[in-house]
């Protein structure tokens, strides 16, 4: 059996400093939302409070690729033009809009170094895209009627007849032995 410890220490509405047993972390965030970092690493978290369902995301890697800081396909930083998108795993992808591939990392050391206010502001964008969609999820209960609530049945006319019931003709023993007696009573009902 393995002993645990944890301790958890409110610093201001929203943000926690976590004590454990393999260091020091910091928690930011509110009820259903928050990221967490500490000698792990740093972590999303989501969830819909008082369901029990959850999901959590690491959010940054533990592969730090050393760039060179010279470009290795010779593109000019000033005429690069920029998008992103957040992947399913919480992870930002830059890519060059006019070849649609990844940046290299001295791209992005100069992107992050020269237009590090743009790039809050482009993360920022696609986050609230994001969160639109996960704000309609967590709302859905809104538009759904209490469960106590029992349905009404409610009886209507309907304009159109009752169809006829069809009419059966008994199919002897023989006719299910010899063939051609068969084909008599089998014909094709009318549509």
Known sequence: MAFRFQRRI??????????????????????????????????GNTGIPGTGLSYRSKLN????????????????????????????????KLYNADTLEDLTGSEMQYLKRHYSESLAEMVQVLCDDKNKHLSKITTVHHTLPPPQ???VFIECEFPETTPEEPKYTKVGLLALIWPPLKKKFCHKMPA
């Not at 972390?25 to 000698?39: E, K, L, M, Q, Y």
């Not at 592969?63 to 998008?83: A, E, H």
Request: proline share 3%; hydrophobic share 30%; net charge positive.
């Open 61 to 92: 890697s533990n592969k730090q690729v050393k760039q060179k800081s010279s470009l290795s396909n010779g593109t000019d930083q000033r005429n690069l033009s920029v998008k992103g998108l957040i992947e399913d795993d919480g992870q930002l």
């Open 149 to 151: 609530d029992q349905p």
């Open 10 to 43: 409110k610093i201001a509405k929203g943000l926690h400093l976590n004590l454990s047993k393999s260091g020091l972390g910091i928690s930011a965030g509110v009820r259903g939302a928050s990221v967490s970092a500490g000698p792990k690493g740093v972590y």
